[in-house]
Each structure stands twice: as structure tokens, then as C-alpha cells.
């Protein structure tokens, strides 16, 4: 078992400027960031927040036609974020009081993305892909062989899509974008992708980290770890000693979690893998199990939902800061803070530093 030390606190409050209340449950009620009004008083854009032309800014965030079915964050870019409906991709600078509607199109919005600077990419269709910087600037552009997109990635200079090409049958396959979408390639030495799931997480580095999963119908399969170099055209398989189909996440800094059996016999546990790829049981409260996991990193920190609850991940050590989340909350991002987003019943929400789920884009 792998205990948290002084340092695991110490990470955890800096990540989130907060005293020791880590362990304290906050409310599920989903009331306006106060935080919201400060980064952004004026209802009319500044000069470092341009609005593209044709595109209104939306004050007072009212709640859009149709619900929330998806959100991003930069990562370098503090207070950018995206969110989506079906239908429309809106844009904020100031954290969610304050958004724009950017790339309209007739086609569904499949997959977005938002990169290190703020730039945001979104999918319409099976190939239309729209790109809008941080100075409002917006473009669209084909991908010629996306037939079906499973996965849409961005950051450190970098755009990588997993999916079904039209140059093959075998199944996904991945490709990188040096240059905004522009133009595409396979990866020299990349893998050959899962049947089953495959994740793909980009360091602040460029440093691109893989996972695929492969399932047999008799019951069989097995997972695998990479780490790519897209500098040095280089692929090296990491250790992954687990077998957990569908229960598993990447994290940050090298280190992996699953639910399943650690190595000591036990089933249903949550197991860290170190970059090395040695297996621990991670603390928990004496003889706890968890039916499954889903975890999401930035790069630079690591979010979990394990059974309904909302867990913060870092080098083999949990935490469980922020009590039951609202209903029917699905993670999706980590904010360039270090905070936790996703959506709840249509609600974009992120869990707060004041131990409270904060409502953003409107609700």
C-alpha cells in the first residue's frame, strides 16, 4: 500500500492554493464562481480578449438552447475555456461569465479540442475541422481521411487524432498535426492502435503518452503503454504488469491508475503504476474496491471519478477532496489551475478551491 506523505499534501495545496481543508466535503449545490466577476468586471471584451467580428459577446452567461454536452480547457492559457452543444462551440476568457459563439456550421460538433495557447479546435462532421485562436482569428480546414473520429488532442504545438482513416481497414489509427491541421502523418513508429480503447495524453513537453486496449470475444486481451518523441521519430513500450480492460487512465508525470488486481491477489483496487511500471495498492480507507474509474489529466494534474466520487491522483497517492459530485457529473477537463470540469445533466461545472461545484457557461 502506498501511503500519502507530507509532500503528497504539500502538492495538493499548491496545485490549488488551499490550506489543509483537502479533506473537508464541500456542498454539491452549483452556485455562480464568485472568482468570476473578479478576472472579468466589464461586460465588453478588452483589448487582449478580442471578439470576432459577426460574433456577439454574450453577457451574463444565459443558458444556451440546448444542454452542455462537452468541455475544454487550456492548459497554458489560464481562464480560456471551451464548451459545446450538439450544434454550437462557444469560447470564453474569463473562465465562463463571458462567451462567444465561434465556428458555426450545419454539420453536429463531433470532437474539441483547445491547446496550450487557447486555440480551440472543433470537429463538424467526419471532416470539417475549424480552428479559432486566442486573437478571434478562425479557419476551416478538411482532413481528408477522417472517416470516423474517436479521439481529438491537442497541445504543446501539437494536434493528434485517433480514429477511422479511409486509407485503412485495420482499424484506428493515429495522426499528428505540426501545423494546426494543415497537414497530417502517421507517426514514425507508432503503435499499432486497440481494438477495445485508446487514450492519448501530450505533456507540456511534447512528450506523447499512449495507451491502447485489446479484447478478445472469447474474454482475452491485454494493455499497453507507449511513450512517443515526435523530435526523434521514436517509440518506446512502457511496463504495464496490470490486466484491467476498460478500467484504466493515463496521469501526469509518467504514472498510470487502473482498478483491478494490484499484484496482491485482491480484485477491484486501485493500482498505480509508476513510469517504471511497478504496481502499488494505493491507500484507500481500509478494505475499499471500486467497480471502475475514469481518470483526466492536463499534463500537470489528475482527476478521477471512482464509483461517484471525485479523486485527485498524483505519483500513487489519492485524495478525496470534494465529496459526492452533482448528479450525473461526467469528468472531462483540468483547467490550467489544476481544477477539475465536466458536465452535469447539461450543467458545465467545475469543482472550486473553496470546496464548492461552481456552475460556469451559464447555468
Not at 13 to 18: F, G, H, R, T, V
Not at 142 to 164: N, Q, R
Not at 168 to 194: K, N, Q
Not at 353 to 361: C, L, N, V
Amino acid at each position: 500500500m502506498h501511503c500519502p506523505s507530507t509532500s503528497h499534501v504539500a502538492r495538493f495545496a499548491l496545485l490549488l492554493a488551499i490550506p489543509a481543508a483537502i479533506a473537508a466535503c464541500g456542498p454539491t449545490a452549483m452556485d455562480p464562481d464568485p472568482r468570476l466577476s473578479r478576472r472579468h468586471p466589464s461586460t465588453e471584451p478588452s483589448s487582449e480578449d478580442p471578439v470576432p467580428p459577426n460574433e456577439p459577446l454574450v453577457t451574463e452567461a444565459p443558458a444556451p438552447k440546448a444542454p452542455w454536452i462537452g468541455v475544454v480547457a487550456s492548459r497554458g492559457a489560464g481562464g480560456v475555456l471551451g464548451a459545446w452543444t450538439a450544434s454550437r462551440v462557444v469560447v470564453s476568457r474569463d473562465d465562463g461569465r463571458h462567451y462567444h459563439t465561434v465556428l458555426d456550421g450545419k454539420d453536429d460538433v463531433a470532437k474539441v479540442a483547445m491547446d496550450d495557447a487557447g486555440t480551440l479546435f472543433a470537429l463538424r462532421g467526419a471532416n470539417a475541422l475549424g480552428i479559432v485562436k486566442r486573437n478571434g482569428e478562425s479557419t476551416w480546414r478538411a482532413i481528408p481521411f477522417a472517416k470516423k473520429t474517436s479521439a481529438l488532442v491537442a497541445g504543446a504545438g501539437i494536434v493528434a487524432w485517433i480514429g477511422a482513416s479511409s486509407a485503412t481497414t485495420d482499424g484506428d489509427v493515429l495522426m499528428v498535426s505540426r501545423d494546426e491541421g494543415a497537414t497530417w502523418s502517421v507517426p514514425t513508429g507508432a503503435p499499432i492502435l486497440g481494438d477495445f480503447a485508446n487514450d492519448l495524453v501530450i505533456e507540456p513537453d511534447g512528450t506523447l503518452r499512449l495507451m491502447t486496449s485489446n479484447e478478445a470475444d472469447c474474454g482475452g486481451g491485454f494493455q499497453e503503454r507507449w511513450i512517443g518523441d515526435l523530435t526523434t521519430n521514436t517509440w518506446k513500450e512502457a511496463t504495464w504488469p496490470l490486466d484491467t480492460p476498460g478500467r484504466w487512465g493515463i496521469g501526469d508525470e509518467g504514472w498510470s491508475y487502473a482498478v483491478g488486481n494490484c499484484g496482491d491477489g485482491v480484485e477491484s483496487k486501485l493500482c498505480a503504476v509508476d513510469p517504471a511500471g511497478n504496481a502499488i495498492a494505493v491507500a484507500v480507507a481500509r478494505g475499499a474496491t471500486f467497480k471502475g474509474m475514469h481518470a483526466v489529466t492536463n499534463g500537470r494534474a489528475t482527476w478521477a471519478m471512482l464509483d461517484g466520487k471525485l479523486a485527485w491522483l498524483s505519483r500513487g497517492t489519492v485524495m478525496f477532496p470534494a465529496g459526492a459530485a452533482p448528479k450525473g457529473f461526467a469528468l472531462l477537463a483540468v483547467d490550467a489551475e489544476g481544477q477539475p470540469i465536466g458536465i452535469a445533466e447539461g450543467h458545465a461545472t467545475r469543482w472550486s478551491r473553496d470546496g464548492k461545484w461552481r456552475a460556469i457557461f451559464g447555468h
